[in-house]
């Protein structure tokens, strides 16, 4: 029986500042919210800081490059001010990923074929500065063959599309699921390490779990949003439980 990877899950704490900057002050503090994460079992934090900054803000980066236990992975931007920043922290990792300042949130997939110039100098500047870098893309072949191409190590599948048309649309969802696997599939064939993330929830990650290919999720909005009902440490031990019961279940087969 072929061994299937640990999957590792990346808390996102973009939400919490969310929360934080609706007041204004510091309360709540997304640092701490990573760090009771992490004592929680998420194995990374992921904090994105956006244009506007609209919750992440310069200073959580820097706290959370400083304070956490575990990887963080800077979700950015390809451009210059955000890969001076990254270069300036030194995270583990960057994702890089598309950004529109009127989004509510990443509604897509990085265009990698379509700026494969401006991605693949980015990549080259973090990638000389010590930081592994993601690229944030749907799974798309030709995403993802243009993701070797620039030399990004790894890929995150976005999985928001599959995930809402799980609630409503079932063919809908079939296909993207389709897409996904393929995909994942794909990256691993040429190599790349593969993860995943967007929309999440404990069912559909269970679900996804079960992809051998793919070895750490990234969930943020979902957990902060069941955290307000039963406390951050519970959601995240339900969602590591679900995870491992896709995995176990995926070993058996």
């Known amino acids: 029986m072929p061994t299937i990877p640990y999957l590792r899950l990346g ?110 100098a980015a990549t080259a500047a973090l990638k000389a500065a010590g930081i592994r870098v993601s690229l944030f893309i749907a799974a798309d072949p030709r995403q993802i063959e243009a993701a070797k191409a620039v030399g990004a190590p790894v890929i995150e599948i976005h999985t928001g599309a599959w995930c809402e048309a799980l609630a409503h649309d079932r063919a809908a969802a079939a296909r993207e699921w389709t897409r996904i696997v393929e995909g994942a599939r794909l990256a691993k064939r040429l190599g790349l390490e593969v993860h995943a993330g967007h929309g999440l929830d404990f069912a559909s990650a269970e679900t996804i779990a079960a992809l051998p290919e793919i070895v750490e999720l990234n969930i943020g909005h979902f957990l902060i949003g069941e955290a307000v009902y039963v406390g951050l440490e519970a959601a995240i031990g339900t969602m590591r439980a679900a995870m491992d019961r896709g995995r176990t279940g995926a070993a058996a087969r």
Do not use: W, Y
Not at 68 to 93: C, G, Q, W, Y
């Open 11 to 120: 808390v996102n704490i973009d939400h919490v500042a969310t929360i934080r900057n609706a007041r204004g002050g510091v309360h709540p503090d997304p640092v701490r919210a990573a760090m009771l994460a992490v004592a929680a079992g998420a194995d990374g934090i992921t904090a994105h800081l956006r244009e506007d900054r609209r919750h992440i803000r310069d200073e959580d980066i820097v706290r959370l490059k400083a304070e956490i236990s575990k990887p963080l992975n800077f979700e950015m931007a390809a451009t210059d001010d955000m890969i001076a920043i990254a270069v300036r922290t030194r995270p583990h990792a960057a994702c890089l990923v598309p950004e529109r300042r009127a989004e509510r949130t990443t509604e897509g997939g990085l265009d990698v074929a379509g700026q494969k110039a401006q991605i693949d």
